[in-house]
């Protein structure tokens, strides 16, 4: 521990909040019922875990209820085709699952199905309750992204921005009564946000007894005394180290700022490596009604696939392109054509590296003027194949687009 990192905190506050930090003692469910509540989640999936609710990889819509009605704090919905967006605190665990590894998406067929990753999970019960509480608000704060929950920034690209900005609601007050309307909280900080805000206890939140028909219904927010102490300086963290959101890829980036307060804190969750995937891949790309089946080795390059694709729809190779993908944690990677020069670059990933399923889809941009758009889906991957080869054309169909179709080739000057 350096001496430096642990007298920063501390400078930032009074000896009554770090008279409290000392005092506080993580349990599965003090200061909030994160743990206990995420812990509950993890053992609802279950080591087969369960279909998904459709392609975002969202729980499936007859289950909600059921585990609404687990949490420590349930909401109240009479609805009788409840989205998950509709229970703000599973919403908020579902962005905790995902950004933490331990729990992915694996296409079979045409379903999806959320699953447990193993080795991340073992992990997971290695860490005792204060590192799990700390895990979880790493990835919330640092590592959580709303492409997870497909939703929008509103130009706050990180769940702390918005949390900050919900603060000045309590700038004259510790007490926050709302108007009850729905809007309200839907940018700031976000319904997901602040249903996480009241399990980590940052919040308390009173809601009406009675059942409401379309949204989560509060009375009176609570700011705490944690909330006051850790939410800016944790900011403030961020700032001065310049964190860039999209960079951080390991668990403990807090551990030496908050140690002293809590030397428990002395193990981080170890996600799984990214895994590469070798074998003959099978894609069928298509363009509207046109479509291409090609093979190609695990270990080629993108920019080799690139290279396929264009000569399997007769297209000049004079343009840049991108791949773009969802990776395990369901976050959009786009890997670009090496003219760009800022990674991940098409000559440095290769087709193995995307940890793609069969049935899994993402999309080829080529020409960011004309935007041809091409979905490729991964048909097989044949495991036996172990040499490297070149891609290979295997069946066509349709007549390919006119790369040219909407230019003009010939000018006329006076």
């Known amino acids: 521990m350096k001496k430096s990192q642990k007298s920063k905190l501390e400078s930032l506050l009074n000896t009554k909040s770090?008279?409290?930090?000392?005092?506080?003692?993580?349990?599965?469910?003090?200061?909030?019922?994160?743990?206990?509540?995420?812990?509950?989640?993890?053992?609802f999936i279950g080591t087969k875990g369960m279909a998904s609710g459709g392609k975002y990889g969202f729980f499936p819509m007859g289950k909600l209820t059921e585990i609404n009605s687990k949490l420590t704090h349930s909401v109240k919905l009479n609805l009788k085709r409840p989205q998950q967006k509709a229970f703000p605190h599973i919403h908020g665990l579902h962005l905790l699952l995902r950004s933490t590894g331990l729990v992915y998406l694996k296409t079979n067929g045409k379903k999806r199905y959320l699953l447990l990753d193993e080795p991340t999970l073992q992990s997971w019960h290695r860490l005792n309750v204060t590192e799990q509480y700390f895990t979880l608000l790493e990835a919330w704060l640092l590592h959580g992204n709303n492409q997870i929950l497909l939703e929008r920034d509103f130009g706050f690209p990180d769940h702390m921005s918005k949390c900050s900005n919900f603060m000045r609601h309590f700038e004259k007050s510790n007490i926050y009564t709302p108007d009850q309307k729905k809007e309200m909280f839907h940018y700031f900080p976000g319904w997901h946000n602040l249903a996480l805000l009241q399990m980590f206890g940052f919040m308390k939140i009173k809601s009406p007894q009675k059942k409401i028909d379309k949204f989560w219904l509060i009375d009176q927010i609570q700011c705490t005394h944690l909330t006051r102490i850790l939410i800016p300086s944790l900011e403030k963290d961020i700032v001065e180290r310049g964190l860039?959101?999209?960079?951080?890829?390991?668990?403990?980036?807090?551990?030496?700022?908050?140690?002293?307060?809590?030397?428990?804190?002395?193990?981080?969750?170890?996600?799984?490596?990214?895994?590469?995937?070798?074998?003959?891949?099978?894609?069928?790309i298509s363009i509207g009604s046109v479509w291409r089946r090609i093979s190609i080795s695990s270990d080629q390059e993108l920019?080799?696939?690139?290279?396929?694709?264009?000569?399997?729809?007769?297209?000049?190779?004079?343009?840049?392109?991108?791949?773009?993908?969802?990776?395990?944690?369901?976050?959009?990677?786009?890997?670009?054509?090496?003219?760009?020069?800022?990674?991940?670059?098409t000559t440095d990933v290769r087709v193995g590296d995307l940890d793609l399923s069969p049935g899994d889809s993402f999309y080829y941009l080529y020409d960011f003027g004309d935007q041809w758009e091409f979905t490729l889906v991964l048909e097989d991957i044949k495991t036996n194949h172990k040499k490297k080869s070149k891609p290979t054309l295997l069946e066509s169909y349709g007549e390919a687009p006119d790369q040219y179709e909407n230019d003009e080739d010939d000018y006329e000057f006076e």
């Open 18 to 43: 770090q008279q409290l930090l000392h005092d506080l003692v993580i349990t599965n469910d003090n200061p909030g019922s994160i743990v206990a509540d995420f812990n509950m989640l993890l053992d």
């Open 303 to 345: 920019e080799v696939l690139s290279d396929a694709i264009l000569e399997a729809f007769d297209f000049d190779d004079d343009h840049m392109y991108q791949f773009t993908y969802t990776n395990r944690k369901g976050i959009i990677v786009e890997v670009v054509s090496p003219e760009f020069g800022e990674p991940p670059l």
């Open 244 to 284: 860039e959101f999209k960079n951080i890829e390991c668990f403990g980036e807090w551990q030496s700022l908050l140690q002293p307060f809590f030397p428990e804190w002395k193990n981080n969750l170890i996600m799984k490596e990214p895994e590469f995937k070798e074998g003959l891949y099978i894609f069928e």
